[in-house]
């Protein structure tokens, strides 16, 4: 079994199963089907649409030879295919890259281990028994399938643990590394506003019109006078009719906005309706109501 895993960029851990399963045959062959798989399966992350966000790629396979020899010397069986995945890994710190923040990284290959003796097997091996029993009727018509092609020898199933196990480990610690970098690379705006990271941000329940206004809002690029002057945007009204400058805190002190509805959130700071889910629920509602966007602050 291989897998394959981006990880350290911007978009989440993505991983690609290349080879699943148990292959009924003879040992080296199995061997070279796991290492042209790996050389298969390398060439397609590096050139998949996330390389250029990505930092490092993971290779993960069940068997320990492959494993060993892509990292070292080849020897024996499939030497050609093994040194082409090391000229491919080599070249991956190499490949252009779309964001600054994002470094060159490594391919890295790791041996995933059998489930005995690993922290946390046994929750890990119930919660992939309780998902498991799909893949494991996929195996058993493969057993079928191997046992009609006779001269196999048929290899113990492989656990669903161990995939459980890796991706598990390796979510956690993309999470750590990114909640890392949010604290030192967030903007600016994002760090006054103390918005941090949250696996299910909730306003992205939000409509879609509102989400637009709030993150506008918190990132100060928007329909903001100061927006269009630093950008040189011609053409543009820089004030509300009410006046003053448009800016992104505006819609909390126009006076106008304020007659055509009254606010719903009270003593609440700004800073509170942009950040908090009650505040980012107001703020659509008194949209909805007021049309400041539309009729009191509109683009043009
Ligand atoms: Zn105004």
């Not at 895993?5 to 070279?32: I, M, N, Y």
């Not at 298969?40 to 494993?67: F, I, M, R």
């Not at 992939?128 to 494991?136: E, V």
């Not at 909640?179 to 690379?185: H, I, S, T």
């Amino acid at each position: 079994m291989l897998w394959l895993v981006l990880d350290g960029g911007h978009w989440g851990a993505w991983k690609q199963e290349s080879t699943h399963g148990h292959l009924c045959l003879p040992r080296h062959e199995v061997f070279d089907a796991e290492a042209t798989a790996a050389y298969e399966g390398l060439k397609a992350a590096c050139n998949s649409a996330q390389a250029p966000y990505t930092q490092n790629l993971y290779v993960l396979l069940d068997n320990q030879e492959v494993a060993q020899q892509l990292q070292g010397s080849p020897r024996g069986s499939s030497q050609h295919t093994i040194l082409a995945f090391q000229e491919v890994a080599n070249a991956w710190p190499t490949r252009p890259l779309r964001c600054q923040a994002i470094q060159p990284g490594q391919v890295h290959v790791h041996w995933i281990p059998g489930h005995a003796g690993i922290a946390g097997n046994e929750q890990a091996d119930e919660q992939a028994k309780k998902g498991a029993r799909g893949i494991l009727a996929g195996n058993e018509q493969a057993d079928e399938q191997a046992k009609k092609g006779a001269r196999s020898t048929p290899q113990t199933n492989t656990p669903p643990t161990r995939y459980a196990w890796a991706h598990r480990t390796l979510k956690e610690e993309f999470w750590q590394r990114f909640q890392a970098f949010w604290a030192e690379n967030a903007p600016q705006q994002y760090q006054d506003l103390s918005i941090g990271l949250d696996k299910r941000p909730h306003e992205l329940s939000l409509p879609r019109a509102t989400l637009g206004r709030l993150l506008a809002a918190r990132s100060g690029h928007g329909d903001f006078a100061q927006y269009h002057e630093r950008f040189g945007h011609e053409d543009t009204k820089l004030e509300c009719s009410c006046g003053h400058p448009k800016t992104p805190h505006h819609f909390y002190y126009c006076q106008k906005g304020h007659k055509a509805s009254p606010h719903p959130w009270g003593s609440r700071q700004v800073d509170e309706i942009l950040r908090s889910k009650s505040g980012t629920r107001d703020l659509h509602e008194w949209l909805q109501r007021s049309h400041f966007y539309r009729t009191i602050c509109p683009a043009h």
